[in-house]
């Protein structure tokens, strides 16, 4: 299928989920998951209207943001490893995947501006998933403060991969919950009002519960070409 006609389709799935909540569809990123396919199709997702990508491996981010450039926003969306922190930064606009003091403190030093960082929530409490547990995400985001940086623009979740929808709402509603404590402390190194959660078999479902950022792949660009 073509990029246009998935996309197409996604927005009224988008478009439903809003009505269903009262959201409006502006205020949902839909970013486009690229990791699985060629720069071709990466760059068929932008003309198709894509206004945002996102690669989960330094390697893959930055052979498609070589080929595509600063027309969009790019996203790192996958577990980064302090040593390659240099090699994105620069290029990168939001960070999907901060989870770790280290890796904070390598941020911190090698951008020479604030960073937005989404910080990465493991609320399943799956011993595959990466991500702070929910219960130390508040003294985090309180020692980050010391990281100039450093901005905590929202929290983020992998569900789990389930059909139960009960279950995925309850993972949702946790991080939402978490996001709204956090982002009523109004701190200014930390507003705190995205929710990056949702992706291709949960984004409905997300975004009813709230999400602002929406990570999609295998059904927006495929599994592979
Ligand atoms: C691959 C990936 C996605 C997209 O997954 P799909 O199920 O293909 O939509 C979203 N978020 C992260 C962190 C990923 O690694």
């Known amino acids: 299928m073509a ?3 998935n996309l197409a389709e996604i927005k009224e799935t988008i478009a439903q989920a809003c009505e ?3 959201r409006s569809i502006d205020d949902i990123t839909i970013i486009a998951v690229t990791k699985y396919v060629t720069i071709e199709r990466a760059k068929e997702a932008v003309e198709a209207g894509i206004k945002d990508l996102g690669e989960n491996r330094k390697e893959g981010f930055l052979e498609k943001y070589e080929a595509i450039g600063d027309e969009v926003n790019w996203h790192f969306i996958g577990s980064l490893q302090s040593r390659k922190v240099k090699e994105i930064i ?3 606009t939001m960070i999907h995947s901060l989870d770790r003091k280290s890796l904070a403190k390598e941020i911190n030093k090698r951008s020479n501006k604030p ?3 989404f910080v990465q929530v ?3 409490e799956e011993e595959s998933k990466h991500g702070l547990q929910m219960d130390e995400v508040e003294d985090f985001v309180e020692m980050v403060k010391d990281y100039e940086n450093i901005k ?3 929290l983020m979740t992998m569900a789990p991969h389930t059909d139960d929808e ?3 709402r309850g993972v949702f509603r946790q991080l939402r919950a978490l996001r709204d404590r956090l982002r009523d402390k109004h701190q200014a190194h930390a ?3 995205y929710l990056s959660m949702g992706m291709s078999n949960d984004y409905a479902i997300a975004i009813e519960e709230g999400a602002t950022h929406i990570r999609i792949g295998s059904s927006l660009v495929g599994q592979q070409n």
């Open 3 to 5: 990029v246009k006609e």
């Open 20 to 22: 269903n909540c009262g």
């Open 90 to 92: 620069n290029e990168v």
């Open 115 to 117: 960073v937005k960082c």
């Open 122 to 124: 493991n609320v399943s």
């Open 152 to 154: 905590v623009v929202g």
């Open 166 to 168: 009960e279950k995925l």
């Open 191 to 193: 507003p705190c009002e």
